[in-house]
DNA sequence: ATGCGGACCTGTTAGC
DNA sequence: TGCTAACAGGTCCGCA
C-alpha cells in the first residue's frame, strides 16, 4: 500500500503513540523478510527509549540513543498501534511492546518490507545513503531534475520513479503527476525542456502534499485499525482508469507497461 | 555509468 | 464452482 503519503501519514499516526517510552521486549514471529529482522533486536532496542519517529524517503526510522530501527513496508506492509489484548492476525510479524501498553505491529502479507537495525547515522545506512533529495524539500526543483535528467534516454516515469533521483515517487503518483504535467509516461527523460520540468516538479509537489493532507485526516483511526489511511480515497486521475475518459478531453485513456509497472495516460492531452 | 529484467512473497481477481 | 494465470501501491541486485 504504501506510497509516500501514506508511510508519512503512518509516522505520524505512531509517533504520539511512542515517542519518549521505554521499549520493554521485541517479539519476532516472522524474520523472513526482504532481510532477516535481526535476531538481536531485543538485546539492542529493550529500554531505549524512542526520541522519536522519523522518514527518509518511504523508510520509517524509530530513533533511540543507542540505534535506530529502520523499517520499510515494502508493497504490501503496515504499521498499526496494538495493545496487549488486540488479537493477532495473519501476517502480524514483529511486534515493537512499549512500557505504556502499546505496540508497535509490523504486518506485511508479502514480506517485501524490512524490520533492521542500525547504530550511528542512519543517513550513512546503505540503504538511505544514496537516496535522492526528499520530493517536498527545496532541494527537489527543476533545476536539479533538469540537471540530472541530461542525456538520459530513460523513459521520464522510469526516471521519477528512480529513488536515486527522487524518494517517494511511487507508481501512483507518477502516473497522476505526469497526467497533471502533461507529460507523456514514456518521453525520454533527457528529451524534456526544463519548463516542462517546473511543471513537473510542481505536480509532483502539489499530489504528495495533498495526498499527505488527505491521510492526516484519517489519523484518528489509526489506533486499532487496520493501519490504512484513507489515501484510497483521494480522487485519481488516471491510475487504475485504463480505457475510462480522460477528465480533460473525454477520450479514452490508454495503458501500457513501463518497466513493468502499469502505466495510464491520456494519448492526446500527454506528449 | 546507465538501463533493463529478475527476484523476493501472498492475496485477490479475471478468465476459462 | 474450481483451477490457473495475471496482477498488485517497492526496490535491490546482477548483468549487458
Redesign the pocket.
Known sequence: ???LP?VETTRKGIEPHIKGYKVKSVEIRQA?L?WPVPKDLEKKLKGEVISHVARR??YLLLCTKAGTVLI?L???GSLCIASSSTSLK??DHVDIVMNNDTIVRFHD????GCVLWFEGDPAEHP?LVKLGPEPLTESFNADYLFRLSRK????IK??IMD?HNVVGV???YANEALFSAGIHPQRK?GSLSKKRYTALVDEIKRILAEAIEVGGTTLKDFVGGDGKPG??KQSLNVYGRGGETCVKCKKDLKEIRI????TVFCGKCQS
Open positions: 500500500m504504501p506510497e501514506e523472513k526482504r524517503g518511504k520499510h515494502g508493497m504490501s495473519k501476517h502479507p508479502r514480506k517485501f540503504l538520459r534516454t530513460a523513459p522510469t526516471f529513488s511511487g507508481n501512483i527523460a489515501y484510497f518497466g513493468q509497472r502499469s
